[in-house]
């Protein structure tokens, strides 16, 4: 079986671009999960998707935002992108809730010049 | 705030003895979990514990829950090399609906 897939694995950007990222959840999993994680803050809970439908946001700015597909892929978006969104984006995917035991990708560096 | 605090922050043994890592959190939970990172990669995860579960054991694993003093720890026997790692714990927090993590334990393990 097929672990959770992120694309890209790195990416860069500058100041004020915006940026998508994508996960592929494993098979079967309908719950995904998005974190954050820096050095300094350490894995940050971003939302959490189930069926298409947001359900559990962390305290993160408008800027970030997030959608699942039906077939329950996941994008993260973040727009307007400051230096401090430099960070390590890992998806996580689960059968059925965000508080079960989560199956993570490798995660997408993202580096913010 | 981090709902998980891990100590100690980082930790270097030799191969073959045990590490201890230790957790506490702040309120109430549902489950707790213990996830290890290796450098800049996804984290896997390694157990959950219940609330209403004292110990748990998974190979080379021990992990035990103390909810009266909201703490939990992984104990991890005849270490190797490979698990050279970040470590974290999870809470579950009651109503919350989402897992917050603490900001981890860095093993290293001395050849």
């Known amino acids: 079986k097929a672990g959770v897939t992120q694309t890209p694995r790195y990416l860069i950007k500058t100041r004020g671009q915006q940026v998508t990222l994508s996960c592929s959840p494993i098979?079967?999993?309908?719950?995904v999960s998005w974190y954050q994680q820096t050095p300094g803050q350490g894995l940050q809970f971003l939302f959490e998707?189930?069926?298409?439908?947001?359900?559990n946001k962390g305290n993160f700015p408008g800027r970030f935002s997030g959608r699942q597909f039906s077939n329950s892929r996941s994008e993260m978006n973040v727009s307007t992108l400051e230096l401090g969104d430099s960070a390590l984006y890992l998806c996580?995917?689960?059968?059925?809730?965000?508080?079960?035991?989560?199956?993570f990708g490798s995660g997408t560096q993202l580096s913010v010049l | 705030s981090q709902q998980g605090e891990e100590d100690p922050q980082a930790l270097s043994i030799q191969e073959g003895e045990n590490a201890t890592m230790n957790c506490s959190y702040k309120?109430?939970?549902?489950?707790l979990q213990w996830y290890r990172q290796n450098s800049g990669r996804g984290l896997v995860h390694l157990i959950l514990?219940?609330?209403?579960?004292r110990e748990k054991h998974s190979g080379r694993l021990r992990v035990t829950l103390d909810t009266s003093k909201k703490s939990s720890s992984l104990l991890i026997t005849a270490s190797r090399a490979a698990d050279t790692a970040s470590y974290f714990c999870?809470?579950?927090?009651?109503?919350?609906?989402?897992?917050?993590f603490g900001q981890g334990t860095r093993l290293t393990i001395n050849p």
């Open positions: 996580a995917s689960s059968w059925l809730t965000g508080v079960e035991k989560l199956f």
């Open positions: 098979s079967g999993h309908r719950s």
């Open positions: 998707y189930f069926s298409e439908t947001q359900r």
């Open positions: 309120t109430s939970i549902n489950n």
């Open positions: 514990i219940r609330s209403n579960e």
């Open positions: 999870a809470t579950d927090k009651q109503g919350a609906q989402k897992l917050v």
